[in-house]
């Protein structure tokens, strides 16, 4: 079902605000807020197992998506061990 709905700008703005706050877009921040008012689980009530339908949605929706994080491996390697 598509719905309309016009929105004031200072509306529109504090949503899009806080959609980006959770790293997602203003359709899924208000498919979320609908979802809710019909009494539908959120995200977050589901098992991590059913919130992503495969790796490349999880990747993508990641809360540290775009987080610039540094994740180099150390660099340390195995101690050599005597077998006797």
Not at 49 to 59: P, W
Request: proline share 7%; net charge negative; aromatic share 4%.
């Amino acid at each position: 079902m598509d719905v309309t709905l016009s929105l004031n700008p200072e509306v529109e703005k504090g949503l899009l605000a806080r959609a980006h706050a959770r790293g997602v877009s203003l359709d899924e921040y208000l498919q979320e807020i609908v979802a809710r008012e019909a009494g539908l689980p959120a995200a977050e009530d589901l098992p991590a197992h059913k919130r992503f339908d495969n790796l490349s949605d999880l990747l993508l929706n990641s809360p540290f998506a775009g987080a610039n994080l540094d994740l180099e491996r150390c660099k340390d390697y195995p101690r050599p061990v005597e077998i006797g």
